[in-house]
């Protein structure tokens, strides 16, 4: 299989992140660990919600918003 990727923008916590050494460019943007949100159901959506709107965020930051 070829693989022609530019750039690789992998999600990531901890400095721990998948790697693609076919990408000419890898972009390394942390985001808080989902896995450890604490608190009720509601409260743990509402963290949820927010890291997902920070990713949002990012990625319409970084690579133009639709």
Do not use: N, Y
């Not at 990727?5 to 050494?21: A, L």
């Not at 000419?24 to 159901?41: N, R």
């Amino acid at each position: 299989m070829s693989r022609k990727w530019t750039s690789s923008s992998p999600v990531c916590e901890g400095g721990i992140c998948p790697s693609f050494p076919w990408a000419k460019e890898e972009i390394h943007q942390e985001f808080p660990d989902l896995s450890k949100l604490t608190g009720t159901d509601e409260e743990i959506m509402v963290g949820v919600r927010r890291i997902r709107d920070g990713i949002t965020a990012w990625i319409d930051a970084t690579f133009g918003g639709a």
